[in-house]
Each structure stands twice: as C-alpha cells, then as structure tokens.
C-alpha cells in the first residue's frame, strides 16, 4: 500500500513563506512525475506544479517565478517551497504523484491534503 503524507502548511502573512513536504511510503518500485495541486473553497482543484523523475519542472502561470517544486528521489519525497505569498494562494495544497510498486505498473496517488492559508 502507498501513501502520501503531507506536511508544512499553516498561516504565514502575505509576502511569507512557507515550505510543503510529501513522502510516498509503502512497497515502492520507481516513482515517475510529482506533482503539488491546490483547491480553494468553491473552486475546482487546480495544478499548481509538477516534476518528472529527471527534475523538469512546469509551473502554473501563477505561480511562476515565486514556488519552487523539488524531490529527492532517494527519499521518495518532494517538496514545494513557497515565497511571496498571496492571500489568493489561500487553499488546501494536495501533492500527487505516479508510483509503481514491484511488480505493478504505475498508479496515481493523492495525499491527504494540508491547509495553506494567506492572511493578516
């Protein structure tokens, strides 16, 4: 069984910022792209960035130039590290990922999400 587990999320002030962690745990083959989503309340859920095994990165255009996505593939763990942030990257950041365990072809996995909220 593969699980996702967040954490890092919190309240920080706008212009803050702050650092998400995830680690994929379980009977893990190869894990391929990573990725960091988010939904705010009444929206629909929406990517925020990815990384393929090989480190290429893709960012929303939104975030661009201020988050930054990594991984470290030994620990099976990536991270999202976030500065000059909004009140409108107010949202529960959720990571993702594609994992194959021995013998398996690739599954797609969600983590339980973690509260990330810009405010005064």
């Known amino acids: 069984q593969v699980q996702l587990v967040e954490s890092g999320g919190g309240l920080v002030q706008p212009g803050g910022s702050l650092r998400l962690s995830c680690a994929a745990t379980g009977s893990i083959f190869r894990i391929n792209v990573m990725g960091w989503y988010r939904q705010a309340p009444g929206k629909q859920r929406e990517l925020v960035a990815t990384?393929?095994?090989?480190?290429?990165?893709n960012y929303a255009d939104s975030v661009k130039g201020r988050f930054t996505i990594s991984r470290d593939n030994y620990k099976n763990t990536e991270y999202l590290q976030m500065n000059s942030l909004k009140p409108e990257d107010t949202a529960v950041y959720y990571c993702?990922?594609?994992?194959?365990?021995?013998?398996?072809?690739?599954?797609?996995?969600w983590g339980q999400g973690t509260q990330v909220t810009v405010s005064f």
């Open positions: 993702n990922a594609d994992v194959a365990q021995h013998g398996s072809w690739y599954s797609n996995y």
């Open positions: 990384i393929t095994s090989t480190g290429s990165t």
